[in-house]
């Protein structure tokens, strides 16, 4: 792939027309021989690569000593795109693997084109934060590969730590990658580059990535707070509970193509609880389902009165819990990151919120699933009469 603009649209899926132009125009092609290093790591950084020919390797350097490969970019791959955003040490070193010929744009180049073609802005940064987000998951599941390695060396105390850590590093990742795209997009406006009719737009990607950031902080408060917390216990309608929960998660079934299929069973009397404690474990075994469903399909969700109980499934079609992983879901941080060619982003603390709700209620959660067919949860509540 030669072309310059193919290779701008491949990376910038939607870039046409002026916009293309523009980018196009401030675009320097360099050639550069095998092993030749491009950007170092902890350099200051000013320029965004996109490849033209050849490839290049991302690496960075582990613990002073070790430098590891994170990734490869072929023609119409992109590195350095932190250099469009702010002014920050380069996180990566990348050299040439094979003779290679790359696309260069300076960070002032490139505000000279969004000065031409405001509406740019919003296509390079919908690509970015894409791949920012990509990169923060792959990084999580490769950390989480490594120190499994290292865990079974370790007794149980060190495994603690070892959990820790992890969780400690996980929310990093998961608070950088919707704080740096609220950061983007805020900056942009304030500098005035967006159209007017495209502010609106901007903002509201601004604030679902803050609300993303707000909604984990919560969950981790309140899972905290549980410990120390007794519930307020009063009349419940699951039935209620449900159609919110599934309210609330309509939009994202529809963005993941998913169906969510609700089947009450009458009569269905109603349950003492906390109604806010028992609307987050729903809408976190529900948000459970809708992630780990990528390829799509059907969520059924069934509440009946089983004796004394009022038992509610949410059963999925998505990849399943793999047999190993099994007797650990519950458990506080635990997550699964990949399941074949997808990558599963979280803290892991959604269904150990669901699992101490039910149990603070008098109930019990299990969980059956077969690996790449789905899985299906089942809470057990004390019905009233």
């Not at 490769?142 to 070892?162: G, P, S, W």
């Amino acid at each position: 792939m030669d072309n310059i603009a193919d290779v701008l649209q491949k990376a910038f899926p939607g870039l046409e027309g002026d916009g293309l132009d523009d980018l196009m125009a401030v675009a320097h092609k360099r050639f550069y021989p095998p092993d030749t290093v491009i950007v170092h790591e902890e350099e200051a950084g000013h320029t965004f690569f996109v490849v033209l020919k050849g490839q290049v390797e991302v690496s960075k350097q582990i613990d002073g000593q070790t430098r590891r490969v994170l990734q490869r970019h072929g023609p119409g791959e992109f590195f350095g795109e932190m250099a469009l955003i702010e002014e920050l040490p380069r996180v990566a070193t990348v050299q040439t693997l094979t003779p290679s010929t790359l696309l260069e744009i300076h960070k002032d180049d490139f505000d000279t084109a969004l000065a031409r073609h405001p509406t740019l802005a919003l296509t390079v940064m919908r690509k970015v934060t894409q791949r920012l987000r990509w990169a923060d998951q792959t990084a999580i599941a490769e950390l989480r590969q490594q120190n499994e390695k290292l865990a079974r060396a370790y007794h149980k105390l060190a495994e603690q730590e070892r959990l820790r850590s992890e969780f400690l590093t996980t929310i990093a990742h998961e608070l950088r990658t919707p704080l740096t795209a609220a950061d983007g997009y805020l900056s942009l406006i304030a500098s005035g580059k967006l159209p007017a009719d495209q502010v609106q737009e901007g903002v509201g990607r601004a604030a679902r990535s803050v609300k993303r950031v707000v909604k984990l902080v919560n969950d981790i408060l309140f899972l905290q707070e549980m410990d120390l917390i007794l519930p307020e216990f009063q009349p419940v309608s699951l039935r209620e509970l449900i159609s919110q929960a599934v309210a609330d998660r309509s939009q994202q079934a529809i963005d993941a193509n998913l169906s969510l299929r609700v089947q009450v069973e009458e009569p269905l009397p109603e349950i003492r609880g906390d109604p806010e404690w028992l609307r987050r474990a729903i809408d976190a075994l529900l948000d459970n389902a809708i992630k780990f469903s990528p390829n799509g399909g059907e969520i059924s969700i069934r509440i009946a009165r089983r004796s004394e109980q009022i038992r509610l499934s949410i059963s999925d079609q998505g990849v399943g819990i793999p047999t190993d992983q099994m007797d650990r879901v519950f458990a506080r941080f635990q997550r699964i990151e990949r399941a074949g060619p997808h990558l599963f982003g979280g803290v892991g603390l959604g269904l150990p919120v669901a699992r101490q709700v039910v149990e603070q209620h008098g109930g019990t959660i299990e969980v059956h699933s077969v690996e790449g067919q789905g899985s299906t949860f089942v809470l057990s509540l004390p019905a009233t009469d």
